[in-house]
């Protein structure tokens, strides 16, 4: 394989960004402010309260471990697990709560951390997500698809909620642990 070559300086800002914007009490992470949480379109702030969802937390822990971080060792990674687990994915389309950029980045980032975080986190994940997969109509279009009503639904329509699901259910199967076998 070829080496990929950078300076490892490059991520000195990342570094920085993600440990600014994370309250080092909670370990949830903010979006322009330390630990204020997920930013929302506008228009859709009451429809998808900020309590429902720790998007910019799964970010920062992902991004944590990725710049070398041990989620067995990190506070701010086991707090933002905590947080994670505590909104675990639910599809409800009345409450407020399905949050598919969420549940990506956490899904990413809770398979990292392993353990019990990742075991209450894949239950959770697997009953929305699986569950709520289009299966009701022959249209092709829709067919295997989840509809798009989550806060970047409007924006992003079927596709990327598609996308967003899909590439939860692969997480097991495409990604190793950075630092080795799951806890």
């Not at 990190?74 to 697990?81: F, L, M, R, T, V």
């Not at 699986?130 to 992003?156: E, F």
């Amino acid at each position: 394989p070829a080496s990929l070559q950078y300076d490892e300086e490059a991520f000195d800002g990342i570094r920085a960004w993600v440990e600014k914007m994370t309250d080092p009490d909670y370990g949830r992470v903010g979006y322009q402010q330390r630990g204020t949480g997920p930013a929302r379109p506008t228009e859709l702030v009451d429809k998808f309260p900020a309590d429902k969802s720790e998007s910019m937390t799964g970010v920062g822990m992902l991004a944590r471990i990725f710049l070398g971080e041990n989620p067995k060792t990190s506070e701010p990674i086991k707090k933002g697990a905590e947080l994670c687990a505590k909104v675990a994915p639910k599809w409800d389309p009345n409450d407020g709560s399905i949050d598919m950029y969420y549940w990506y980045y956490a899904t990413l980032a809770m398979y990292q951390v392993g353990g019990q975080p990742w075991a209450t986190w894949e239950k959770a994940m697997k009953g929305a997500i699986i569950d709520t997969q289009r299966k009701d109509t022959d249209y092709c279009m829709y067919k295997g698809s989840w509809d798009p009503i989550d806060p970047w639904g409007p924006d992003g329509g079927r596709v990327y909620s598609t996308a967003c699901l899909a590439l939860c259910l692969e997480v097991w199967y495409r990604y190793d642990k950075v630092f080795g076998a799951a806890g």
